[in-house]
């Protein structure tokens, strides 16, 4: 609530600080004023605010002389400044110093002082926010304030299913990040069992079931003894189910029984066992398109769409790209127990100048081979983006045969290259595995 959040405006002009507070205490926050630089670090250690406005040019001490001294003693304060209409390379320096907005001043209106605060205040909840999840010693993500920067509405979203029982499709490009958001998701509930992830594509179409669902000794050949699935393992906590579009339909089937009914069997058993498991999906594919063309369960689509939530791609929310960057190479270089370099203005310029087909995943993979690169070097050396390697199948020039046979032969070759490993050469071809085995049986090889 916007009443537990602390506003200190300072300003020499007394009319112009009351101003200023009045209009945010009809907002609902608590806002006290000071007059000047040495009441304002006064009244800091008695009001405690989480956010300070303060002119820049003052009497005494100045309003960058109050933001580098706030800076050192109480890092965790938010700043913004107030500068004179037609000086904004004094508000840049501000921002250099830390503070994390600026306005001019006179004011062009009051819904400009308060769309500058609320969005302070939403950066200050999802820290709070942060925080909360770290208190509850659950497994290591990026900060809320990153993972959602730039994407509020899907944060919003977020917090809305949390806490309910509903199923959630996560859609979106490759590596947008849908496996952090369902982790989140799974922290956020009210549930006090594990987070289990499959990643649908990666299993093979004869041994998705037994993952699933669990078998009994001797359900097939190499069942030497029972295993539970994961809807056993993941009772009273949550199963995420990536890549679900690969999913083949027989194990669809299933799926739809148990988020049905809540029962399922073991393969080769004949016990029904019951399940309290919550389940969020995840996929890069068109669903709607597969049911259309007979590849998902029409039944089963509108099952999992309960709560869609879309995660747009990384290269429409390029705000976000240098805190994600910071933090990407902070964790690799503990990974690699090295002292994370530098990112330059001309790194962060460059991140951001790349449209990320990849995604955050790609982000992080250039992010890792750069500190390759940097290593023993002060400052991050990144690689040419857009030139990944791509493995070439020396396929022979056949003018004379037709596409499925050419599809054939690129396939034999891959299978070839890779020693007949399917999802090897599954990446090889830049298709799914499932397709890969699809096209396996099409072609009898």
């Known amino acids: 609530m916007t009443k537990n959040f602390r506003i200190l405006v300072v300003d020499d002009e007394i009319d112009f600080a009351r101003l200023l507070q009045d209009i945010l205490k009809d907002e609902g926050y608590k806002v006290e004023t000071a007059a000047g630089g040495k ?5 800091i250690d008695l009001f405690s605010p989480h956010l300070v406005i303060t002119d820049l040019k003052m009497p005494g001490m100045s309003g960058l002389d109050l933001l580098r001294e706030i800076k050192r003693k109480w890092p965790e304060i938010d700043c913004m400044v107030i500068t004179a209409f037609g000086s904004i390379g004094s508000a840049v320096e501000a921002m250099k110093q830390g503070a994390i907005d600026y306005l001019t001043k006179p004011l062009d209106s009051p819904d400009q002082l308060r769309t500058v605060v609320k969005k302070a205040y939403k950066q200050f909840c999802l820290r709070q926010e ?25 944060w919003e979203l977020v917090k ?23 982790k989140i998701i799974h922290q956020l509930s009210q549930r006090k069992g594990p987070f289990i992830e ?19 000794k001797g359900a097939f050949t190499g069942a030497i003894k029972a295993k539970p699935g994961k ?74 769409n309960v709560f869609p939530i879309t995660l747009p791609p990384l290269r429409s929310r390029k705000e976000a790209i240098p805190a994600l960057a910071k933090y990407l190479v ?22 951001m100048s790349y449209d ?8 992080q993979n250039v992010l890792e081979r750069s500190l390759i690169l940097s290593r023993h070097k002060d400052k991050l050396i990144l690689p040419p983006l857009g030139t990944k390697p791509s493995p070439s199948l020396d396929v022979p020039s056949l003018p004379s045969v037709n596409l ?31 397709s890969l085995q699809y096209k396996i049986k099409e072609y009898g090889l």
């Open 231 to 304: 809807f056993e393992l993941a009772d009273k906590g949550t199963l995420f189910l990536d890549e679900i579009a690969e999913m083949p339909l027989t194990a669809q089937a299933k799926l739809l029984r148990v988020l049905q009914e809540r029962t399922f069997e073991r393969l080769g058993g004949i016990t029904t066992l019951h399940t309290n498991t919550r389940l969020i999906a995840a996929t890069n594919q068109d669903l709607e398109a597969a049911v259309k063309e007979k590849r998902f369960r029409e039944d089963l689509f509108y099952r999992l």
């Open 356 to 363: 990320w087909p990849g995604n955050v995943r790609e982000l």
């Open 160 to 182: 809305q299913v949390a806490p309910t029982e509903a199923t959630v499709l996560l859609l979106g490009e490759s590596g947008t990040g849908k496996g952090v958001v369902a």
């Open 130 to 154: 942060n925080l909360a999840l770290k208190e509850a010693q659950w497994e290591e993500l990026p900060p809320l304030e990153i993972v959602f920067k730039g994407i509020e509405e899907v």
């Open 39 to 43: 009441e304002a670090l006064k009244k």
């Open 330 to 351: 902070q964790k690799l270089a503990r990974q690699q127990n090295m002292t994370p370099p530098i990112l330059s203005d001309e790194v962060i310029n460059t991140l």
């Open 404 to 434: 499925k046979e050419l599809e054939r032969e690129a396939i034999k070759l891959a299978l070839k290259k890779t020693g007949g490993h399917r999802k090897k050469a599954a990446e090889l071809l830049g298709i799914s595995l499932r």
């Open 198 to 216: 499959v990643n649908c594509a990666a299993l093979p179409e004869n041994l998705i079931e037994a993952e699933l669902f669990g078998y009994e």
